[in-house]
């Protein structure tokens, strides 16, 4: 039995053997294959030493990864028998090799080199030969120093540095690098690939840019919003818009807030208004009155027929109607100017008339204006449409460079004999070209024409306009018998200088555009007044650098006073500044103090801009940016004037001036300057100029702040009686809600609880009917009759209910609405009136859309301001013949404008800064009363509102995941697709009053009055400003209520804000 057990003892451990042998293999395998990828990129006559090494075939590797044979091959012949003998019994035979190479692996450990399974001991040599072993170490140093060296990877040499070291100019300076690594860099920097490629010297800035045809693709691309001439200017400095079919630039990308107001108060600001429409109106003068007589009422000022406006000397302004609906349906605001009837060579009877409008407002009155008019049937227009865009085929069938001449200079004989260019898209490329421009009216002669785009016009601001227009504008100058027998572009004016009325009124507006250099604000001049002018080509008088036009030094010495004397023209900020109404700079200049007080003669405010032919004829024979820059180059004194003689364009233009403020008593005359009507094509040669006078550029938004600063609407977004003004609502609240929704709920204000019912829009329908239906109640309110009761109901401004009445209002609302909470106290009050105001007015549900309107009736106006100031106030001044505040002056008034609005201003007592929306309440007496007592007290604050819609949304959530699970099962096992949320789920928005609006006017402690359209801080008078609409019933219902010495207080609260704050209400006109 003994030999049994021996052999299957020998047998299991043969057994053990093989499988240790097989694992041991296994991870002898996995270690070379490591090993191998590690080693991929070093040289293939060297392998550098490893943890162990193991090779099939008995070739053990020793010392620095050389097969053990050839070592021993190496060592002198002296070496001890000892060595070889220890040595010996690895020696084995190449058919061994396999068999026993799991058992006489060597691995590396502490101590020295050790046998694998047997634990046998290696010990290094103690005797070896100096030089052959020197070498072989040598051989291996400078592999290794080799494979060190080269580039194992595509970095940089300064990537290969650790990311705290890395510095930004290491990949262009590399004296930033290390010194160990700069050599490198250097070397690396000499090769071709990271050298900096040569630009071709003959090759301009915008062919190296785009290889494409750019007037094309800018003509495509004006396909769907209309570019104004200056719009590749201000796409580099603007953020722009699409607005209104345009695109304009909203505001500059540098900060300039500040700097614009200080530009309009003491400077220049530029503005491109170009995207005015222009109608224009031809026929008898007693036609074109009598239809637009229909569209105007002298209650709201001076009409078409004015005397100074007919005759073509001022400009005026006025507010449009639907024919014969004064006061309501408003069309919008619009300017006009005539044309001079007497001027040279006109001999027609015919007059022209061109009204400036907003493009928002441009199709209604132009469909109206038809309308009155009878001008019906289209008309052969003689305005110029531009060419229509080349189709792909066209734009591939034009001329290309040969491949030999792509990198050359093209010579100027090549454009001559070659196709001719592509002509860029002046006026209003998205137009059909077969729709009509014009329309005639068979019954009375009368002929309107669509001149959109057709003019360029500059609006320049600020008092140093004077300056910047004389020093850019030089008055063209008359030809000579010499010059007319030569041949010029410009046979219109050769033929004006040939007569002597022609010549003597050049001469006149010549003078007269001198005499503006000599008064120190445009403030000064009569309101719209107009110049016309025929100037030269203002690119060849362009300064080398940027600078500011400043006023003459003497004048400007001469304009200097002291304030004290209130005769600063220095600033309009200043607050003693006031217009020089029979004062000059220059006091023995009897013609600048003409000027100042009778205008421009209605001679000289005749120009050649109303002729479309001499306007286009301008526009074909202008001179391109690139032939003056190479007759610029040719100079012989570089840097000097540049005459072109006969051959210089000659530019009729029209000066027209802008009042600026002119309601209220302070800051009369802010904002003033002038505007520039120009021929199409020369928009940016006249808006360089003006830059390099030191005009300041702005946009859209300036021209908010303009007309915030002057008090005055703003177009379209002041007008809420106009459909262009309702439509501009629309898409801002639609812009604001998108902006709401995009902030989840914790980052947004919850209005509900805010008391904010109307967060992104003003209400102005709902606000009228409410303050209609409260004035009827509390006219029909037998409690009214009682003096204690009637106080008391003003006070509150809430209509007395029967509990009747209110118990069957509170049973409706239940029944309409039965997942709202119950409200108590003031709500459930309101709840009430809302109601009865619905109930009362169902008889006017029909004409509902048709009965707001905006007061705009001067003398309504003047009475409503004299009401509105407190009577006590020692510097203001007594209106005389303004009736007094009684109830039955303002029932007269309600009986004409039961639904109206009026514009007014609002200036904050304390603290704050007013917000668009903002609400604009009625204070209560104890506010008041507690102002009065301390001067400090800011204002009540608004209790916080309970949100009823929280639980039905939460609610209405747990529904919809519910609906959306049981639905993602059925469609998994019917293999449909999950239905879509109805609209009617995403109706309710949380921090959002849903559903229709309850009554606007009671839903706060504090009464609504009306809301605000414009508010900031006005850095002109140093404190919170506003602009807005109020009730005309509610103004009056307040007024009447509150006392002499505290009248025209009212409260604001911005609609994300809890706090009220006073405010002085004020109109002005």
Excluded at 62 to 90: C, I, V
Excluded at 319 to 335: D, F, Q, S
Excluded at 541 to 548: A, D, F, H, V
Excluded at 911 to 920: D, L, N, V, Y
């Amino acid at each position: 039995m003994r030999p049994q057990l021996a052999h299957s003892a020998d047998a299991v451990e043969a057994f053990g053997s093989t499988e240790t042998s097989e694992s041991l293999a296994e991870m002898s395998n996995a270690k070379e294959r490591k090993h191998a990828k590690k080693m991929r990129n070093q040289p293939t006559n060297v392998t550098l030493a490893s943890g162990f090494r193991a090779e099939r075939g008995g070739k053990h590797h020793f010392g620095a990864g050389r097969p053990f044979q050839s070592q021993k091959q190496e060592l002198h012949s002296g070496t001890s028998q000892q060595w070889q003998n220890k040595m010996s019994p690895h020696l084995l035979p190449e058919s061994d090799g396999n068999e026993q190479s799991s058992s006489k692996i060597m691995f590396k450990k502490k101590g020295g080199w050790k046998a694998g399974p047997e634990g046998t001991s290696q010990e290094i040599p103690k005797y070896i030969t100096a030089s052959t072993f020197a070498q072989a170490r040598a051989a291996e140093i400078s592999a290794m120093l080799k494979a060190v060296a080269q580039k194992s990877s595509n970095s940089l040499v300064f990537q290969t540095l650790p990311r705290h070291m890395r510095r930004r100019a290491m990949s262009h300076n590399v004296k930033r690098l290390p010194r160990r690594l700069q050599e490198l860099a250097k070397k690396e920097a000499e090769k071709a690939a990271h050298q900096k490629k040569e630009l071709s010297k003959n090759k301009c800035h915008k062919a190296r840019r785009c290889h494409i045809n750019r007037t094309l693709e800018f003509n495509r691309r004006q396909k769907k919003n209309i570019w104004l001439e200056t719009h590749i200017w201000h796409a580099k400095r603007f953020h722009m818009v699409k607005r209104w079919g345009y695109c304009l630039g909203e505001r500059p990308t540098s900060k300039s807030h500040r700097a614009c107001y200080r530009a309009m108060t003491n400077l220049c600001l530029l503005q491109d208004l170009s995207y005015y429409c222009c109608l224009e109106l031809m026929g008898k003068e007693e036609e074109i009155l009598k239809a637009l007589s229909q569209m105007c009422s002298t209650d709201t000022g001076l009409t078409f027929a004015a005397v100074h406006c007919l005759s073509g000397k001022r400009q005026g302004s006025l507010v449009l109607y639907r024919a014969n609906k004064y006061p309501r349906e408003a069309l919008g605001p619009v300017t006009f100017i005539w044309k001079p009837k007497k001027t040279p060579g006109d001999t027609s009877e015919d007059r022209q008339l061109w009204i400036w409008l907003h493009p928002t407002l441009k199709l209604a009155v132009l469909e109206e204006m038809k309308t009155v008019c009878q001008c019906s049937e289209p008309a052969s227009s003689s305005v110029s449409v531009p060419d229509p865009l080349p189709t792909p085929d066209q734009e591939e069938s034009q001329p290309e460079l040969a491949d030999d001449n792509i990198g050359k200079k093209r010579k100027r004989k090549d454009d001559a004999e070659g196709a001719k260019r592509t002509k860029r898209t002046l006026g209003d490329g998205t137009r059909d070209p077969c729709q009509p421009r014009s329309w005639v009216s068979l019954p009375t002669g009368i002929v309107i024409s669509d001149l959109t785009m057709e003019m360029n016009r500059f609006r320049l601001i600020g008092p140093l306009s004077h300056c910047i227009l004389t020093s850019a504008l030089r008055a063209a100058p008359l030809h000579t018998g010499e010059e007319d027998a030569e041949e010029t572009p410009h046979p219109w004016w050769s033929d004006t200088c040939k007569g002597s009325d022609g010549v003597v009124l050049h001469q006149r507006q010549e003078a007269v555009f001198q005499l503006l250099g000599g008064v120190s604000s445009p403030a000064e001049i009569p309101a719209g007044t107009i110049l016309g002018l025929t100037v030269r080509d203002p690119r060849t008088n362009l300064p080398p650098q940027r600078s500011r036009a400043l006023p003459h030094p003497e004048i400007h010495q001469a304009s200097e006073f002291s304030c004290e004397e209130g005769m600063c023209t220095g600033s309009w900020s200043c607050a003693l500044w006031k217009p020089l109404s029979d004062h000059t700079d220059d006091p023995d200049n009897e013609q600048v103090r003409q000027l100042l007080l009778e205008g421009v003669p209605v001679e000289c405010a005749h120009s050649f801009i109303w002729s479309r032919d001499i306007c286009r004829s301008v526009t074909e024979s202008k001179i391109s940016d690139q032939d003056l820059n190479r007759m610029r180059s040719e100079l012989l004194v570089p840097g000097s004037q540049l005459v072109l003689g006969p051959h210089e364009s000659k530019i009729p233009v029209l000066l027209i001036q802008q009042p600026g403020k002119v309601t209220g008593e302070d800051r009369l005359g802010w904002g003033s300057g002038w505007d520039v009507l120009l021929p199409k094509g020369w928009g940016m040669a006249f808006w360089i100029p003006f830059i390099y006078r030191g005009a300041r550029v702005g946009g859209l938004k300036e021209t908010m702040v303009h007309s915030q600063y002057r008090r005055s609407p703003n177009i379209p977004g002041d007008f809420p009686d106009c459909l262009a003004g309702v439509l501009f609502a629309e898409d801002q609240a639609k812009d604001l809600l998108e902006s709401y929704k995009r902030r989840p709920p914790a980052k947004r204000p919850n209005y509900v609880k805010l008391g904010t019912l109307a967060p992104f829009c003003c209400p102005w329908e709902q606000l009228t009917q409410d303050w209609e239906s409260r004035v009827q109640a509390q006219e029909a309110s037998p409690i009214t009759s009682v003096p204690g009761a009637q106080d008391n109901a003003r006070q509150l401004a809430v209509p007395c209910v029967p509990e009747e009445t209110c118990q069957s209002n509170e049973a409706d609302m239940s029944e309409n609405h039965p997942t709202e909470p119950e409200v108590t106290g003031c709500q459930a009050q309101a709840g009430a009136e809302m109601v009865l105001e619905h109930s009362a007015s169902e008889n006017h549900a029909a004409a509902a859309s048709h009965q707001l309107c905006v007061l705009r009736s001067r003398k309504l106006l003047k009475q409503l301001s004299a009401w509105c100031g407190p009577s006590s106030e020692a510097g203001r001044a007594p209106c005389s013949g303004q009736p007094e505040l009684t109830r039955k002056a303002y029932l007269s008034i309600l009986d004409d404008f039961p639904r109206a609005l009026v514009w007014v201003s609002l200036s904050l007592l304390r603290k704050g800064s007013p917000e668009p929306r903002a609400m604009i309440c009625v204070p209560s007496k104890e506010d008041l009363l507690q102002l009065s007592q301390d001067p400090c007290y800011h204002g009540p604050r608004e209790s916080r509102h309970s949100d009823p819609f929280k639980s039905l949304i939460l609610k209405e959530k747990e529904k919809k995941k519910m609906e959306k699970r049981q639905s993602r099962e059925h469609a998994a096992s019917t293999g449909l697709a999950a239905g879509v949320p109805t609209a009617e789920q995403e109706a309710r928005i949380r921090g959002l009053w849903s559903g229709p609006l309850p009554g606007l006017t009671s839903h706060c402690s504090r009464v609504l009055l009306g809301f605000v359209t414009q508010g900031d801080f006005s850095m002109a008078v140093g404190c919170g400003e506003a602009l807005g609409f109020v009730s005309v019933a509610g103004l009056l219902e307040m007024l009447s209520s509150q006392p002499a010495a505290t009248r025209g207080l009212v409260l604001l609260r911005p609609p994300g804000s809890l706090q009220y704050r006073f405010a002085r209400i004020a109109i002005e006109v």
